[in-house]
């Protein structure tokens, strides 16, 4: 039996929410696949696909067993027994002990790129049934829980295997459709940090000229052959007290996720130490704070170095639409400057104005911020970025506008019939940008962090000929703690 995945709502209709972004370098088979889905035609409840029996949101957890602060956890599935989608199932265990090189209280950990564990003929669990029948029991040495996150933010507490009110109890994640948070950081109150445990089983991704998996590169024959019941014994048999069995160095909290990301730039190491310089290969459509203006941006410069007194210099070149959505003005217009080198700084720019230039970062009528935490801050985390007025703020604060992105998108190649291909900087309009108006394709800044970084699902193309759906799990372990439970032990 394959694990069917029909068309999710956020792909049939645009007014729903959109997944969280990628901290990938950009692929753009996900815009693609919105406009596949819509062209196939694949249907929200397709009650002929793979019909199952599901947990039903309970858990098997005992409720006289010891507090645990700890766990390690897949996501494994994304229906419910009646194949709606936003019901998330989660399998996870509690942990006595797990031992990391590190610990980042601010940000995100280091991590290295671990090996992969080759489960198939090896997992002695293969051979369970490829649906859920019933709540799996203690016995089996995990506990499952499914989650209904169809319809806004649902949060869960690992201890207790139950969804729980945040304004009474202590949660460790918060679940809305496909987006999962940590209660940390500009998520929630709490001090729960994540690490990777393992990556996704080797033998569901190609592999690289070296022979190790390509985790950008999932296989989608392998994908839809995986079953929920498969991969279960890398998350009950694998040791983390050993920090040798997890890819993770370091605990991590959740922080701002730009929308933007960071492929605007990249390192440059033709003299040493390396500099941080502009990538012009990739390109942003950006939706201005009032939701309708739109305007098309790169990075063009963008300069720092660890050697000599140089400030960090920056350069955004926009060519805004007429009339919101209609064609590119052909004047490139400038967001440029430079922010103290050691102290750090923000500059914000108004393009939706008639008068395009620098706004007040203190107020509202801003649509780009650029900031930069200053060298005295060291190199790690997020030292400096591209934000939106729109979503929330790097301290979890609501945005008051509408600003949302589409992209990375290639600047010389981006959409078009074979043999007559147009990058992003080739369009003429805003709305002819692939996805335009899309929910999923439209995102904004949020808070987010280990589940942005290393998602727990992949999104595959379509196939008229293979039943199913974009969304699959892929079976990646994450190690859940309580930094305060752990403290007052």
Known sequence: MTHPENCDPIICSPTCSPPPPSRA?????????????SALGFGCNDSSV??????????????GSSPKETFALQVVDYRDADHNTGHVTLRFRGLDAVMLDGEDDNGAGNAHPGAASAQGTDDPFAHLPGRYIAPASTEEGFEELQVDASDGWAYVNLDRGAVVDPDEDDWHLALNRFRVRLNSGPSGPGEVHGALGLQPPAAL?????????????????EFRAA??????????????????NSVSTEWQADRLVPAIGDEFWKMDRSDMPPSIVADEDYGWLIRGRDGESHARMRVTDLFFTMSGGADFKYELTLNIAEDGDGGFG?????????LDRNDGGKACFDFVSATPGAADCSGDDWDLMVYWDGADQGMGGDLFGILLNGGYGRNGEPRSGSAAVIGPAPMEWYTGEPG??????ELDRADEVPAFGHAMAIIQDQPGGLFDDYPWHELLSHDAATPGGP???NFRV???RDQVAVASD
């Open 25 to 37: 370098k950009p692929q753009m088979a996900a815009v693609g696949l919105i406009i596949a889905a």
């Open 50 to 63: 793979c019909p199952y029996s599901s947990p039903g949101g309970t858990s098997s957890i005992d409720p």
């Open 205 to 221: 991704y190609s592999t690289d000229d070296s022979g190790n998996p390509d985790f950008d590169s999932p296989l989608g024959a």
């Open 227 to 244: 079953e929920p019941r498969q991969h279960v014994a890398r998350l009950v048999s694998t040791d983390f007290s050993d920090p040798d």
């Open 330 to 338: 052909a004047e490139d217009v400038l967001f440029a400057g430079e």
């Open 420 to 425: 007559d291909e147009r990058g992003l900087g």
């Open 471 to 473: 969304v699959w799990p």
């Open 478 to 480: 994450y190690l859940i």
